[in-house]
């Protein structure tokens, strides 16, 4: 086994440890290691998806991030149906996307969120 050293802020080393306790894990390696499981299961699941589709995007990010949204949203307007937008506590946003077009251009839109690092949650559930 390989010995990787990560950097984390403190509010993440906290949450990887409330799993730890709440799952049970014996460190906070397994605790990482199954998010990265989960994130590799989740990418392949999303590569396997062709043709026309319909799907739920779920988003959070916070309030000053939304002209990046912004930006995203509108080079993807031919397969957004509707958009929902809720302010939750904290400065927080919700978006709710729903999608109906090409797998391609939905993993696309899934992909410019993911690699903007600047969203707290992204989530596209397939119908």
Do not use: P, Y
Not at 38 to 52: F, P
Not at 74 to 85: C, G
């Amino acid at each position: 086994m390989t010995i990787v050293s990560i950097s984390l802020d403190d509010e993440l080393l906290k949450e990887i440890e409330k799993l730890q306790k709440e799952l049970g894990f014996s460190g906070r390696s397994d605790v990482v290691r199954a998010g990265a499981k989960m994130l590799i299961a989740d990418c392949k699941a999303k590569e396997r998806l062709e043709g026309s589709l319909n799907s739920v995007l779920l988003l959070i990010h916070t309030q000053n991030v939304e002209d990046t949204v912004t930006e995203i949203k509108h080079e993807f307007e031919d397969i957004i149906s509707t958009q929902i937008h809720n302010h939750l506590r904290k400065d927080k946003c919700l978006e709710v996307f729903i999608l109906e077009g090409d797998a391609a251009r939905v993993k696309e839109l899934v992909r410019m969120l993911q690699i903007s690092g600047k969203m707290d949650f992204v989530k596209l559930i397939v119908a």
